[in-house]
């Protein structure tokens, strides 16, 4: 009996081993938490209203430059999951530096885009790996 037990147990042991080389994953991908383009999608367009709607951004951010920080938000996410992006990728950081925010502008965006993973029901592993994206590009102001 004891020689059946100790052989389950190396049999589970090699197979935990090998489960990387065999396609089991140990953990989804960004884009994948969040549930593909068109929650994607939803995210921006929910981010996007609340960032025009925050009093503390928009005097920072035009409908125009909430359009290029979606496209910024879709290619870090690209980015953070190993995609391939497209040619005409926009660097969220990059347009966020060029406005200049202060403390306030952006505290509001931090808070907008918590208020957009709430609005679209994003799940908490979603939610959690967004908001450690965006507060990363925050940090880099």
């Known amino acids: 009996m004891f020689r059946f037990v100790r ?3 190396v049999l ?14 140990d953990a989804a991908t960004l884009y994948e938490n969040v549930g593909g383009a ?11 209203a609340n960032l025009l709607a925050n009093p503390a951004v928009s005097k920072f951010l035009d ?4 359009e ?13 999951s190993s995609m391939p992006q497209s040619s005409d990728g926009v660097d969220l950081a990059a347009v966020l530096k060029e406005k200049n925010m202060d403390p306030a502008g952006i505290q509001g965006f ?3 885009a918590e208020k957009a993973t709430k609005d679209v029901a994003l799940s908490p592993d979603a ?3 967004i908001m450690n994206m965006i507060n990363g ?5």
Not at 63 to 66: D, K, R, W
Not at 68 to 80: F, H, N, Y
């Open 7 to 9: 052989f389950i147990a």
């Open 12 to 25: 589970a042991l090699a197979a935990l081993a090998f489960a990387p080389t065999t396609g089991c994953k």
């Open 38 to 48: 068109n929650a994607l999608t939803q995210f921006n367009d929910a981010l996007g």
């Open 63 to 66: 409908a125009g430059a909430v």
């Open 68 to 80: 290029m920080v979606k496209r910024g938000v879709i290619t870090q996410v690209a980015k953070m």
């Open 110 to 112: 931090k808070e907008s």
């Open 127 to 129: 939610a959690k790996g």
């Open 137 to 141: 590009v925050l940090k880099s102001l």
